[in-house]
């Protein structure tokens, strides 16, 4: 079995390939920086410059599947130049991926994408699944459904789609965490305005299981990466805070400070989706990291009953 990854050498990409091999599957990944291509019998590098329509063919000899994570970090401030990169890193390299399977011909099966929540309406009381078809109102929202819309295409191909909807990842190798632990750890961390915003989040193993879990399984469609219980941006800052022995001692962070601090990009810290797990579940998936208790327990290395 031999896949093809998008994004590799990302904090997901690393993850997943550990999965993969864990299975004895081979996998064949794309980068844009040549100094990070290596070739070795169960983990090879190919180059590929989505900007420039370049792309290595042999990348996807005897590939049949294609897990797409590529896409520009979104946690990095919205100027109008970096929003059009967010952008054309998700929508151009999936252009480039089926132009070449559809031009070439190849083995491929399925192509499992990564997507985010973050297409989901901002609301408080709403509980979010895959049927839903509002589209939040913000840039978030646009890239999310743009990127999608570029996936669906591989259907064209008989290629079976699978769009993963991701929430905050949980890694203590970078993303969310370290961010969120950081004014913890030094006595200064608070909740952000009402603190109600919910966020779903998951566990970094878990989301990487459900890949391949979406790959053995052959899922067709759309899945939310989130685990079953979210929580709201109170619960979460006063559980790490739990977690980390420090106190919670500051008020609540203004929406209008953090306006200034972060510009548009405040709203991944503002925006509230409480988004379900059933349809994953439904499908058999079993969640290693179903709380965030225990999540966070095991991020921190520490014993269940210290949280």
Same mark, same amino acid.
């Given at each position: ?13 690393q ?7 864990e ?62 990169e ?31 929540i ?5 609301? +408080? %009381?709403?509980? !979010?699944?895959?049927?839903?078809t509002?589209?939040?109102? @913000?840039? /978030?929202?646009?890239?999310? &459904? ?46 952000f305005?009402?603190g ?65 601090i +972060? %510009?548009?990009? !405040? ?8 988004? @379900?797990? /059933?349809?994953?579940?439904? &499908? ?13 327990a ?10």
């Open positions: 079995m031999k896949v093809l990854i998008t994004g590799a050498t990302g904090m997901i990409g993850e997943l390939v550990k999965v993969l091999h299975n004895n599957v081979k996998v064949n990944y794309l980068s844009t920086s040549k100094d990070k291509l290596v070739s070795k019998e169960n983990y090879k590098g190919f180059y590929w410059n989505p900007s420039t329509n370049e792309i290595d063919i042999n990348a996807f000899d005897g590939v049949s599947v294609i897990y797409h994570l590529a896409g520009a970090t979104v946690a990095k401030r919205w100027t109008s130049s970096y929003k059009k967010i952008l054309d890193s998700r929508t151009i390299p999936t252009r480039l991926l089926f132009s070449t399977l559809e031009k070439n011909p190849n083995k491929v099966t399925q192509i499992i994408s990564a997507s985010a973050g297409i989901y309406p901002n609301s +408080l %009381g709403a509980i !979010y699944n895959e049927e839903n509002g589209v939040d109102n @913000s840039f /978030l929202g646009e890239v999310v &459904q743009k990127w999608e819309n570029e996936v669906d295409a591989f259907k064209k191909l008989n290629i079976l789609v699978t769009k993963i909807r991701i929430g905050i990842v949980l890694s203590n190798k970078g993303g969310a965490l370290p961010q969120m632990v950081t004014p913890i750890k030094y006595g200064v961390g608070a909740a305005g009402s109600k915003q919910y966020q779903s989040w998951i566990h970094v193993e878990d989301l990487v299981n459900i890949f391949y879990y979406s790959q053995v399984s052959e899922l067709d469609g759309i899945y939310n990466a989130v685990a079953p219980h979210p929580v709201t941006n109170s619960a979460m800052t006063k559980e790490i805070a739990n977690v980390l022995k420090r106190p919670l001692w500051l008020p609540n962070i203004p929406k209008f400070v953090m306006k200034m +972060l %510009g548009e990009m !405040y709203i991944l810290v503002f925006s509230s989706q409480s988004v @379900s797990a /059933l349809k994953i579940l439904n &499908q058999g998936y079993q969640f290693k990291y179903a709380t965030i208790e225990k999540a966070l095991d991020l921190f290395k520490l014993k269940k009953h210290s949280i």
